[in-house]
């Protein structure tokens, strides 16, 4: 049957009206055919029908049995699939809230990615601004710097104060005050000169031995330096030698001055086509317009001169660059141990190491803004071995004091101090 | 059954009325989540997918005034009450999934075919099912309550006082009058005038505006109450194969009408399919 039960014999017999007690049902509706008047064709096909209805019922009967069997069949497994389906069915909520957990874990995962991105560069922001305000140490030690600051300011405030007093008595034709001596640098005591037969220092010869490949020197100071520099000119070399970081500059449009007071080198310097100057960095910023540089390069010369020969230098330097302008000293780090007790004694003309806050609180002291230390050539040849972690607590305890060593002795060797001129006042 | 294997891009906690339509979906075909991996015959989102090149999309709506666009929608899926509002709005095909299933073995019974089946069993009269209160009555004789699905399916016209009996009337391809509140929420055909039984009167009298409001209901019902029915037009939407084979052809839709087994038409459709087939 493929009608539904709900349309069944026995289902509309519920619609019909219930007989009334003693009274007639209403008459079925006759659904049988009105039998044909018999003729001829009639009788034949009558007669047709009683001789093959026996044969047809024989060959039929297995046929139908057949189709009965299969049919059953059929209807077996229609409803097994019907099973089926009503179970798969039945966990449809389920599984679609597994589907849809699923994209919410993914969701969760990508947003905490970018969380993680978003988190990072708050603390390279952070970082920056702490090598911005406190070079050496970073935001830990922007506290403290910024206490040096304020006292610097107060120190500033009083001695506006004094003068304030100073020049109302000077009006008032009060007695001059005394001025305060300042404390001038202790003067070497006088050493007695070299015999006019002993030759001098060949420090060309202990570089050449020293220093290493000149080659690959000039080639980490093109790298680190040149993209620093490029949009800077006109850029001062001091001590420029032979002139190779200046014929760099130059290759990229970048004009360049070179202060070298060996004449040899000089000479070596101007035949490749370059400015130089054959005198020292001072003499030859007191002769330059305010600012009127670009860039104030020098590569381990700061540490050849004295106190007041540097002080000196970088007072200039913040006078002569334009604003925007940079001053860029490379110098060994004497905070790495393994530098102050090997490579910087080996020199005999060093004179002073020179702390790389020592060299920040100089630039700052001057009058440069946004101060920058950038560090180079850990010796790592000679550092500690990491400890594996999952050793335990004290393999990680022993790393972590190895790291702290291997940073104390044998940290960077060598550290550039980038300091810029402020941006002029907008009018 | 369809074989389809549909993805679900829903990065926002799922409202009920979109759980309830992926719950049918569910029912009936494989759904997994997006980020389970491909192929699939088609993704549902709830807001577009925002790239160059994404799946084929079906695009959840829950407010019919807003509408995303989305290059790579097929089609739009609603509960029943916004599909009803986006039909004839906009240019995609929407399809109305959300409640369950209901009257499962309900089959369109045109009112020819009533009439004539009404005569074989020897019930005589107008034939007015109606829904009252509570209560069916057949012809004004009262009736038991599971009486309801065979009024439904046998008579001339349906009267509904609520949302389930004109439902029900629906299912079984009845001419259905309702209130106009009632045809509102349940999106069956609006009556011409107000007065029911002045429409009942009207209805009986012209058979083929009853037999068009019948099939008006069916179609109703098919596109709003009956989530096989709207699997189906997706499936259709998709181009996706049948999940039983033995379901192409015209069996299936010859049974889903109720056509006797012995009946000529099988006969006939079988030849056709046959010549179809060998071309």
């Known amino acids: 049957m493929t009608l539904p039960a709900e349309i069944s014999p026995e289902a509309t017999s519920r619609l019909l009206p219930a007989p009334a007690a003693g009274s007639t049902p209403p ?89 993680k991105a978003e988190f990072g560069d708050v603390l390279r922001r952070f970082d920056d601004l702490g090598m911005a305000i406190a070079p050496a140490t970073g935001i830990d030690g922007a506290a403290t710097r910024l206490a040096e600051q304020r006292e610097q300011l107060a120190s500033l405030d009083r001695r506006l104060r004094l003068l304030d007093e100073r020049v ?32 001098g220092f060949d420090y060309v010869g202990f570089e050449r031995r020293f220093r290493g490949d000149p080659d690959e020197v000039l080639r980490i100071q093109r790298e680190r330096y040149v993209p620093l520099l490029a949009d800077h000119g006109p850029v001062v070399d001091i001590g420029c030698g032979r002139g190779e970081l200046l014929s760099a500059l130059a290759e990229v449009g970048t004009e360049g001055i070179g202060v070298e007071p060996e004449p040899g080198m000089a000479a070596e310097a101007r035949a490749r086509g370059l400015r130089v100057e054959e005198t020292d960095a001072v003499t030859f910023l007191r002769q330059c317009e305010p600012g009127s540089l670009g860039a104030i390069f020098s590569a381990h ?39 102050l007790g090997n490579s910087y004694i080996l020199d005999p003309t060093h004179v002073r190491p020179l702390h790389p806050s020592l060299m920040a609180f100089l630039c700052e002291n001057a009058g440069f803004h946004d101060v920058r230390l950038n560090f180079y050539s850990p010796a790592e040849s000679y550092h500690l071995p990491a400890v594996d972690h999952d050793l335990g607590e004290v393999a990680s305890a022993v790393d972590s004091g190895f790291r702290r060593l291997n940073d104390v002795l044998f940290g960077a060797q060598e550290y550039t101090v980038v300091a810029r001129v402020g941006e002029a006042p907008a009018a | ?17 979109l759980h309830a339509a992926l719950s049918r979906l569910a029912e009936r075909c494989s759904v997994v989540a997006l980020s389970d991996g491909g192929p699939f015959d088609a993704v549902v989102r709830t807001s577009p997918a925002g790239r160059e090149y994404a799946e084929r999309t079906v695009l959840w709506v829950e407010d019919a005034a807003d509408v995303p666009d989305d290059p790579h929608a097929v089609a739009l899926l609603a509960p029943p009450a916004v599909a009803r509002a986006l039909r004839g709005t906009v240019d995609l095909p929407v399809v109305a999934l959300g409640p369950a299933a209901v009257h499962r073995r309900a089959r369109p019974i ?3 075919t009533r009439s004539r089946i009404r005569r074989a069993r020897g019930l005589v009269g107008p034939a007015v099912a109606r829904h009252l209160g509570g209560t069916w009555t057949w012809d004004g004789a009262v009736l038991e309550p599971q009486a309801g699905p065979t009024a439904a399916g046998l008579a001339a016209v349906v009267v509904a006082d609520d949302d389930a009996s004109a439902v029900l009337g629906a299912a079984w391809s009845a001419p259905v009058v309702a209130p106009r509140d009632v045809a509102e929420r349940t999106g069956l055909p609006l009556a011409a005038s107000d007065d029911p039984e002045a429409e009942v009167e009207r209805l009986l009298a012209d058979e083929t505006a009853a037999a068009v409001l019948a099939r008006s209901c069916r179609r109703a019902f098919e596109l709003d109450h009956d989530p096989d029915a709207a699997v189906a037009h997706l499936a259709d939407i998709l181009v996706l194969r049948p999940g039983r084979p033995w379901e192409t052809g015209y069996a299936a839709p010859l049974d889903r009408l109720g056509t006797p087994p012995d009946a000529r038409i099988r006969d006939r459709a079988h030849a056709a399919i046959h010549v179809l087939r060998s071309r």
């Open chain 1, 168 to 199: 109302a008595r000077l009006q008032a034709g009060g007695a001059t005050a005394a001025e305060p001596t300042t404390p001038s640098t202790p003067v070497p005591a006088a050493t007695p000169a070299r015999a006019s037969d002993v030759p």
């Open chain 2, 1 to 17: 059954m369809i074989d389809a294997r549909i993805g679900v891009a829903v990065r926002a906690p799922a409202s009920d009325a």
């Open chain 1, 301 to 339: 010369v700061v540490e050849h001169v004295e106190l007041d020969y540097l002080l000196e230098f970088i007072h200039l330097a913040s006078s002569r660059l334009r604003p925007g302008g940079l001053f860029v000293a490379e110098t060994p780090n004497p905070a790495s141990l393994v530098v």
């Open chain 2, 110 to 112: 045109m009112p020819f």
């Open chain 1, 27 to 115: 008459p079925r509706a006759d659904t049988r055919h009105a039998p044909a008047p018999a003729g001829v064709r009639t009788r034949a096909k009558h007669a047709a029908k009683a001789v093959l209805k026996p044969v047809y019922q024989r060959v039929m009967a297995p046929v139908t049995r057949s189709v009965d069997t299969l049919a059953r069949r059929l209807e077996d497994v229609q409803q097994r699939l019907d099973h089926l389906e009503g179970r798969q069915a039945a966990t449809a909520p389920a599984r679609v809230d597994r589907a849809l957990l699923s994209e919410q874990v993914q969701a969760n995962t990508i947003n905490q990615s970018l969380l």
